[in-house]
């Protein structure tokens, strides 16, 4: 634990203590309290590093030093279960102060994932974004707050639809956990956005790799781990409203949350938001049907107890989202135009309209959970949630059709899961779990559109054994994990599609009918896989520490993978799935080393992700229809690497300004076919200065440069087509990325109270120059440019 | 102990909730692509009493599917030089009994919907919009004009655009190079000039 860390640092320095001949008389006293609800915290360690100075606080949270010179001291303030604080304090006369600490009431069920904003490992490259991070974000999206992080990007379709990327993998490579939830919401697709409230969460933790096995062995590329607000053990009322205005796409955004607590243990919460937005902006054009109307709301209660306890979870968020006009095109001719037209074909005047093309997904969620602690053993628990989410997507179509959906695509998830964690023994804990799930997919087929993904059903099965064991400094922590995965689908194949795909040979036995162009099939396939993760925190001293970890992971196909059948509108391809396709199994070898002084936070973390039978899509032929020509992108699996170096760092240069930078780096490449892999995010570097004053009402300003490089190390997928216009072929230049860009954004807010009520003022600008450019990994960076400049104001009030 | 006798409970009664609901399920039906378009068929008739009608056809039956399209006649149509013929574009969906006519779909929807042709550079034909005009008196091109020049040999496209925008430099007058709009259909005919 981390007091015990402290003392055992205290004792060594003790030996080093050199003799200080001053006269120094000044007392420093002070009191800490928990930041949230102002209590006093006893018990918590001060530690004066220069002076190897040290006390606790007593019953009352008071402390105090005697015996201090005049001059600057550093002071770190910690408490089992808090975050440790540093800071630097003048000594020129007898001091008081009041320290605020993060305090988290210590779990009592630290298998409860509820509540706990610790980190969820303890030796895996994780970050956590806290509540006052996230609030930034409450008009985003989630894609958009976990940037946040060094080494985290995102592959959008236009603004709104915003896909995290975890060191360069996405979609089935991320898992994302809601309460304990595993989101299931056809995360596939890279025009699906995960279903998620920000404002529903309390805190979110980013986690690189698959080493939190407890939550799936398949996150290849990482794990997302949203935990609502906490709730303390306690009587109180607290409530919560943001309130948000922008000028670009004149974005509304509204979130309430209300928190009743009670010193008994009970618990209910209820929270909701509301976000509109019309046609956003580019620099120099408006981004028509690009708005958005999106709603939520949840709510949770229930029983919170040391030795027992139980919660119910309910949460509903509706998305309609509108997808930028020009982009629905018809065949390579019109993507030929689109792109060589550099500005998009269709600029309308501002409106709140959404129309085809449009997204509406609903997507709703119910969990119960309920714990027991078994004397001398641990804690069991049990938990059992159903999701229902129905994706409609509406295109542009002939003959009063436009309100019938183009896909409607309903996915219904059952899963249980039952664990049991031993940690009688503090210094070596083990946890062990099962976990089984049902999913049904129905496609619906009023939309007289032949089914992109088939009707199928899903079983999962899945056991999980992770353990910790603490020795001289050292955490060592392993896991194991076994997954089974069983699909049954029934698919209809055109049977020349299904005979040019050599099916005839390797599945007729999978025929169960056929019509005079059709064959109805019945795939059916099971799915074995093993992961399993080590990791070694090192503590080399109060100020450096060392992470090495290892995790295997493997990832059975996902239905797209398998199934998808159609064209792709906004892409202008015909997408097709492959039966034969095999899960793909990943090593990954990753280390981080970090630094934190009073002044200085430095963490440098590498990886290296070797992946065999890497699932993606790859153009392999040329389609001639009555629409003109279209290239067939494929399944198809090989070897990858993929490697890279994510850093973050933070200089406190006085008490009121700060200077930190995050930058990451990362490549791809395709082993088997000795090229780079696609959609790599390149090189970024955001910088950002910061100036606080908390004697001005907690006054505080940013300014923040972010810089994309280009990427050039790309596959060259381009192919030529014939364009009606010019009457010749042409090249399709669907390869080469756009420039590098940067950007400056600027913020400043201040903190007021009014009596109990704390009321929180924020202004900010974003992309100030109003510079034109585009991501590299935006699917619509073909057709328009980003989102230009945009002013925001926020008003957060807590009561 | 309670708490496993409670998730034996819940266990059983998931695994019941799961396995009826796999239960009785009927199969997939085929989809009827009702906006499927298969067939283009181009007629030419010539001036005077002496020429009669011909055609050329474009099928592909099975739509995005990875079927060969079939024209008929392969070698494509031999026009005389120096002649103007009128044009008619019919436009069906024989997947259906008997084939649905589309191009009726389409002059209901005139003004959202534009025809643009093209000849290759070798090819010495000009082509000028007939027939009735949308709503907002824009062209459609359901029918139009192909005059033929000298001899030569090449070819000729026809595009057929969903919601072009019509008032866009050019379009008028038969360029797509400003319409936007998608690409419902885009067949290339050999032509011959004699």
Known sequence: MKSKNIFLIVMLTLFFIEANSQNCSYTFTGVVEDFHDKSTIVGATIYIKSLNKYTTTDVEGKFSINGLCSGKVTVQISHIACETKTLTVEISKNVFKIFNLEHHIEELDEVNVKGNVLKKTKTSQETLLKTKTLENFSDASLGDAIKEVSGVSSINTGNNIVKPVINGLHSSRILTSINGVRLQDQDWGIEHAPNIDINAAGSISVIKGANALEYGGDAIGGVIIINPARTIKKDTLQGKFIISQQTNGRLSSFSTSLNKTYETGWFVNGQTSFRRAGDFEAANYNLTNTGLKTYGFSTNGGFKGFDKGFDIYYSYLSNEIGILRSSHIGNSADLVNAINNGEPLVVNEFSYDINNPKQEVKHQLVKAKLYKRLKGLGVFSLQYDFQHNNRLEFDIRRGNRNSLPATDLTLKNHAVKADMKFDANSNTTYKIGISGGYQNNFPDPRTRVRRLIPDYDKYNAGIYAISEFRFNGFLLSTGLRYDYNHIDSKKRYLKTRWNSLNYNQDFSDIIINEDSDEFLTNPKFNYHNLSASAGLLIDLNSENSILLNYGLSSRAPNPSELFSDGLHHSASRIELGNLRIQPEKSHRLSSTYTYVNDKVNFSIEGFYNFINDFIYMEPTATENTIRGSFVVWSHIQTDANLFGVDTTIKYQFSDNFSISNKSSLLKGIDVTRNRPLIDIPPFKTVSTLQFIKPEWNNFQTTLQSKFNARQNEFPNNNFTTFVAISGQDELVDISTPPNAFHLLNFTSGVDLNLFKTKIGLQFSVDNIFNTSYRNYLNRLRFYADEIGRNFKIQIKINY | ?194
């Not at chain 2, 990875?66 to 149509?77: D, E, F, M, N, R």
């Not at chain 2, 919907?113 to 090819?123: D, R």
């Not at chain 2, 919601?163 to 379009?171: D, F, L, S």
Request: include cysteine; proline fraction near 4%.
């Open chain 2, 1 to 194: 102990m309670k708490s496993i006798k409670l998730f034996a409970l819940l266990f059983i009664s998931s695994l019941a909730f799961t396995s009826c609901s796999d239960d009785d399920k009927e199969d997939p039906g085929s989809i009827n692509e009702e906006e499927l378009i298969t067939t283009l068929k181009l007629t030419l008739t010539g001036p005077g009493t002496a020429t009669t009608a011909t055609t050329i056809e474009y099928k592909d039956i099975d739509g995005d599917g990875s079927g060969q399209a079939v024209i008929t006649p392969a070698a494509g149509l031999t026009l005389a030089k120096n002649t103007t013929y009128t044009a008619k574009i019919l436009l069906l969906n024989e997947t259906e009994s008997p084939a649905e006519n589309i191009t009726t779909e389409v002059a209901d929807e005139a003004d959202e919907h534009q025809f643009f042709y093209t000849a290759t550079s070798s090819l010495n034909a000009d082509f000028a919009y007939a027939g009735t005009n949308d709503s907002n008196g824009n062209p459609v091109g359901i029918d139009f004009v192909i005059t033929t020049g000298d001899a030569s040999n090449g070819s000729i496209t026809i595009v057929l655009k969903h919601e072009p925008n019509k008032t866009a430099q050019g379009v008028k007058e038969g360029n797509a190079a400003n319409a936007g709009g998608e690409t419902d259909i885009q067949v290339t005919f050999p032509i011959k000039i004699e």
